[in-house]
């Protein structure tokens, strides 16, 4: 039987397509560090791994399997810049910090693919990507939004397409037009995680799988978190929950709001199908964003239903399954094997959070649909960080993310209603 998370809903095509996972043991017993982290995606591998190249002593410790959360079961595209248009944070922010935030994501991409190639990490990346318009009267913002880039923001590998040209690329007349950005791509995101963990525990990080966290304070200059077999005590902390973090923490649990993405995964299309004969990554003008690409071997990841509570839905391949067939109905009846979902951060403002919640305890998270390039960045910006250099990590560290409304008993139903508002407005 294909291996599921015991955190997220579904078996994963990601999971069945690796072959080799290796396991890490349980912590048994107390432990010092220089540095503890309490999370196993994205973020915690990252950080674990930049910190024990540089000869830190770090711990790190992973409720469940790395790569069982949103890092191992994502979209897997990597996008470019922030989740918000550049033009839209300038507007907000000023030219100067919108600026330093896209070359600061720049160079998170950058680092990502440079991270991989470097530690002979196979991540199936294929470049492209296209974001499109679901609503004609959409296509001039992303016309405008195509020669800002260009032009105002300095990054060449952007245009507009008609909705021709949409089509074409697409191979789905459903689209009205959109903009193709050859400077980014879509990459396995298993593959990246279980390369990440290896690095980590090769570089000398401590790593222990399947032991869960069950509180984090500081007291007397030092960070303790608890677990159910030991108590780790290092002189600093990364919490990289994301949005499994529960009740561990609650200025995080405040600001970062848990929403299930869900994904499936059909039988390889075959050499000769017109669905996206360029392999490249897609994402649409919903707020519910429908995203979708083409895996190394042909198969069609969809992405698109989104639910904004912790609870595990019912039919998703079903879901999946009429989703598909809106944007390309010769598919209608094409076989899924894989439906599975996951649970990512966003916050209010769908900005990342990142904030010394306790003295030398920073919580990072909150990536909002953006993580894949992102979070395995600010992993590195925290080991930065512990070196002595916060300038960068400061870039996120300063956004402003308020809390989300109603406390712990009505912020979730409060963003349920909020959301499917948003979510009616994109069928209007």
Request: proline share 5%.
């Amino acid at each position: 039987m294909a291996y599921q998370s015991p955190v997220s809903p579904g078996y994963s095509w990601y999971e069945d397509s690796v072959e080799d996972r290796p396991t890490y043991p349980v912590l048994d017993g107390d432990r010092r560090a220089d540095v503890v982290i309490v999370g196993g995606g994205f973020t915690g591998l990252s950080a674990a791994a930049h910190l024990a190249k540089a000869g830190i002593d770090v711990t790190l410790v992973e409720a469940h399997r790395f790569g069982d959360g949103a890092s191992g079961r994502n979209g897997g595209q990597l996008g470019t810049g922030q989740r918000a248009w550049a033009e839209e944070l300038e507007a907000e922010l000023g030219f100067t910090r919108a600026k330093a935030l896209f070359d600061l994501a720049e160079e998170a991409k950058a680092h990502l693919l440079d991270f991989a190639a470097m530690n002979h990490i196979d991540i199936d990346y294929l470049p492209g990507q296209m974001s499109v318009a679901h609503k004609k009267r959409y296509v001039k913002s992303y016309e405008a939004h195509a020669a800002i880039i260009r032009n105002r923001f300095g990054y060449e590998h952007i245009t507009f397409m008609d909705a021709r040209e949409t089509a074409e690329r697409l191979g789905s007349t459903r689209y009205f037009g959109g903009v193709r950005d050859t400077g980014t791509g879509h990459i396995h995101p298993m593959k990246l995680a279980i390369g990440t963990a290896r690095v980590a525990a090769e570089a000398g990080a401590h790593l222990f799988e399947n032991t869960r966290a069950t509180g984090i304070s500081a007291s007397g200059g030092k960070a303790r978190v608890a677990t159910e077999k030991g108590t780790i005590i290092a002189e600093k902390a990364l919490i990289a929950v994301n949005a499994y973090g529960g009740d561990l923490e609650p200025v995080s649990a405040a600001h970062v709001m848990p929403i299930g993405s869900f994904i499936g995964a059909t039988v390889p299309l075959g050499e000769d199908s017109p669905v996206l004969p360029g392999f490249e990554a897609v994402d649409d003008s919903r707020f519910v964003v429908r995203y979708f690409r083409r895996t190394r071997d042909g198969r069609l990841l969809f992405g698109g239903r989104e639910i904004y509570s912790t609870t595990e839905p019912a039919g998703i391949r079903n879901a999946i399954s009429r989703q598909i067939a809106e944007i390309y109905p010769a598919l209608k009846d094409i076989e899924i094997t894989h439906a599975w979902g996951g649970y990512v951060g966003i916050t209010m403002p769908r900005r990342p959070f990142v904030r010394e919640v306790m003295p030398n305890i920073i919580s990072a998270g909150g990536y909002s649909g953006h993580g894949v390039m992102l979070s395995n960045f600010v992993g590195k910006l925290y080991a930065e960080t512990v070196a002595g250099n916060r300038d960068r990590l400061r870039l996120f560290e300063e956004l402003k993310i308020p809390p989300f409304p109603g406390g712990r008993l009505l912020r979730a139903p409060l963003l349920f209603l909020a959301l499917n508002w948003y979510a009616l407005r994109d069928r209007l």
